[in-house]
């Protein structure tokens, strides 16, 4: 008998420590819906940081350069029209152009875009002026070639 009463005092302190202990999980949901709302805006806010030059590039098994910085991009497009970011200018505005925006001067990196039915000559006239200027650090940009 002696036994049951023992029992019976440590339950009922038990049930009160219980009754007033704190929970100590994490409460995942939130965090989940700050992620998934995050990954939505992500998703539609990254076909928007390409450059807004229209331009069909040609395909390249060619692997991807590693950039830190932003690079300077100048493109080609079909017409044979030079754009040096977004802003159209003239061939011969090339070199003056990218002395002033370069921030590094001669090691800037340079992406050059063309598109697939660019001419050739004209898209070797850019290449041309950017490395008869002293920029060497050029990369041609392609898209992956499908396999």
């Given at each position: 008998?002696?036994?049951?009463?023992?029992q019976s005092g440590g339950g009922r302190t038990r049930r009160r420590g219980r009754r007033h202990s704190l929970v100590s999980e994490i409460n995942v949901t939130p965090f989940v819906d700050v992620m998934l709302v995050l990954l939505i805006i992500f998703m539609v806010?990254?076909?928007l940081l390409t450059v807004g030059v229209p331009i069909d590039l040609p395909e390249s098994r060619a692997g991807a350069l590693n950039s830190e910085t932003t690079p300077i991009t100048v493109s080609v497009n079909a017409d044979g029209q030079v754009y040096l970011q977004e802003t159209e200018i003239a061939i011969d505005d090339i070199v003056p152009t990218l002395?002033?925006?370069?921030?590094?001067?001669?090691d800037?990196?340079?992406?050059?875009r063309a598109d697939g039915a660019a001419n050739y000559a004209m898209v070797m006239r850019v290449l041309g002026r950017i490395n008869?200027?002293?920029y060497r650090n050029v990369?041609?940009?392609t898209l992956?070639?499908?396999?």
């Open positions: 008998m002696g036994m049951a009463v023992g806010a990254a076909p002395e002033a925006v370069a921030t590094t001067g001669y800037e990196r340079i992406y050059v008869g200027a002293g990369g041609l940009v992956p070639e499908d396999s």
